[in-house]
């Protein structure tokens, strides 16, 4: 397999490639995480995040220095340490074995690590990232709808089963054939970094056909694969714009750290009103964070875009929640979105 992705790699545009290369050194680093940190006081904190314009609320926050000024607010001096990994198993392991603090992933990773910790740890949610539609793409002509792939064909997820875009594709899939045929295509996916997954795509790779990815890897496939084309989006099974994309961590390291916690939260906010005001200042941000070679004018359409809005308070989460727990994907069943996020009035309002 790994021949095919260098195969890949070799015929795809510089921005992709550049990507692509930057994720393999991360994987490679994530070793490092496998070490339980020990406690942390106050003014410490560990950020969680992955690839992709969804993290943008993060890329501007840590570029604009807005923790450690809320900090300051806060009479705190904050040290922000940020990590980034790929797919919502790697997060949830490096949020459990204390290795951050703040972990950064899908609805779908969340609802796992709540249910799995349910009474322990107490893992819930702090923030939505924004609502963003999330794209399952295709270079396979003869797939139009989930119900064409075939035993043929690959699709691409960050993490098989526990990722957002896993669930989602799920959720779908009960749509399509009932909930007791929910698992029908999990046999054929991948757990492949966006970033690997986009240059397959773009490459017009016959091994994997489709990847279930996020901005703004999506559009980078639409863009320059003319037989990529959108076989599935998120909103249209989720019920409308909703929140893929959260925050999380651990009761304890909220109860013990409140006024860094507190700081995370408001610096979040700082970060949404400023994408809002200021997409142009917000997509150099994100292309000076992540040293991204991403055409700018694609990045600016993205933020742009009326399905996109960057906001904290989770929206539309609760549908997939109680589909999860149908389908037996989570023992505990979630009342209300409320009961797998941490009480908070910046996220008040949500849903």
Sequence with gaps: ???????????????????????????????????????????????????????????????????????????????????????????????????????????????????????????????????????????????????????????????????????????????????????????????????????????????ITAHFGNPPFQQQELAQNPKAHIVLNSYDVLGGPSSATVLYATEKFRNENPKTYHAFVAALAQAAQLIQKNPELAADIYIRVNDSKIDRGLLLKILRDPQVQFKIAPQNTFGLAKFMYRVGAIRHEPKSWQDYFFEDSATAGGS
């Design 1 to 207: 397999m790994l021949h095919l992705f260098r195969a890949a790699l070799s015929a795809m545009s510089r921005q992709v490639r550049h990507a692509a290369v930057l994720a393999l050194g991360v994987v490679v680093g994530v070793t490092a995480l496998a070490v339980p940190g020990g406690a942390r006081a106050e003014g410490q904190l560990r950020v969680a995040e992955q690839f992709g314009v969804v993290y943008l609320l993060l890329n501007v926050a840590r570029d604009q220095h807005l923790i450690e000024q809320e900090g300051r607010r806060e009479g705190l001096d904050i040290k922000v340490d940020w990590v980034r990994l790929s797919g919502g198993a790697a997060i949830n392991d490096a949020l459990l074995s204390g290795a951050v603090d703040i972990a950064g992933a899908g609805v779908g990773p969340l609802l796992t690590v709540w249910d799995r910790t349910f009474g322990r740890q107490n893992v819930k949610g702090v923030a939505s990232l924004g609502n963003l539609p999330y794209y399952l793409v295709s270079n396979n002509p003869e797939v139009k709808t989930i119900a064409d792939f075939t035993s043929r064909d690959r699709i691409a997820v960050p993490a098989v089963g526990v990722s957002v875009q896993s669930r989602v594709l799920q959720y779908a899939a009960a749509k399509q054939w009932g909930d007791k045929a929910f698992d029908k295509l999990d046999s054929l996916t991948q757990a492949i970094p966006h970033p690997d997954a986009t240059a397959a795509i773009i490459a017009n790779s016959n091994v």
